[in-house]
């Protein structure tokens, strides 16, 4: 498997709705990445995590909060959004020696 | 931190045209440069990457140079076909951002609308 991928696909979800975003990888990497993407707007990396642990947080608001249950899952937990949270949440991920950063598909995200 | 400019932010060519995106860096450290395309509503891939002891890499029609001393990179495309239509990003990484696990950080340019007119 060589893919990144995002479940769900879209998501809509009130203020104070909890929802969670998944990302799962099979290419036996051991970093992985969340990012936040406004439309026409470069990807905003948002948390790094290298051997599972938290090791970037770009300091993103509480209500946004990650997790990584193993080498190849990583979840974003979301709770009392805002609608300028309304985005494309990218996930991707890096090889130990490697340079390149896979991404996935997204999880377009809409807060009403 | 590292900083990324990118130029121009949106650019027209005729199909069959050739296409230059410029990308500068402030980090003279940085050492790796991807090229990212994305497509509307689709994931950003990369295309061609180059690192700091390479001063060119081309990939069929996908060329990228890199000037360190000037502290600049360009992505160039020839013989552009409409499907090369995107937003195109470039990014550095400066080393002091490389974790163990091989978790590093990025830094995106602004993005380029390429559009590739019939």
């Known amino acids: 498997d060589t893919e990144v991928t995002q479940t769900p696909k879209h998501l809509v979800m009130g203020m104070t709705n909890k929802k969670s975003l998944k990302c799962e990888q099979h290419m036996g990497h051991r970093a992985m990445y969340w990012y936040k993407q406004k439309a026409k707007k470069p990807p905003e990396l948002m948390f790094v995590y290298s051997y599972e642990k938290l090791s970037i947080n770009e300091s993103v608001p509480s209500r946004f909060s990650p997790e990584c249950p193993n080498s190849s899952l990583l979840n974003l937990h979301l709770h009392a959004l805002q609608p300028e949270d309304s985005a494309l949440y990218l996930c991707?991920?890096?090889?130990?020696?490697?340079?390149?950063?896979?991404f996935g598909p997204g999880t377009r995200l809409t807060v009403l | 931190g590292e900083n990324v400019e990118q130029h121009p932010s949106t650019l027209s060519v005729q199909e069959g045209d050739s296409a230059v995106i410029k990308c500068t860096y402030s980090?003279?450290?940085?050492?790796?440069f991807p090229w990212y395309k994305q497509e509307l509503g689709k994931r950003p891939q990369l295309i061609i990457d180059?690192?700091?002891?390479?001063g060119e890499k081309k990939d069929q029609r996908i060329a990228v140079t890199l000037n360190k001393t000037a502290k600049h990179f360009s992505l160039h495309i020839t013989e552009t076909q409409p499907e090369d239509s995107a937003v195109y990003f470039c990014?550095?990484?400066?080393?002091?951002?490389?974790?163990?696990?091989?978790?590093?950080?990025?830094?995106f340019g602004t993005g380029t609308q390429l559009k590739v007119e019939l």
């Open positions: 991707a991920s890096s090889q130990e020696q490697g340079f390149e950063q896979f």
């Open positions: 990014a550095a990484r400066p080393p002091s951002f490389i974790l163990t696990g091989g978790g590093n950080k990025l830094t």
């Open positions: 180059i690192r700091s002891n390479v």
């Open positions: 980090d003279s450290a940085s050492n790796y």
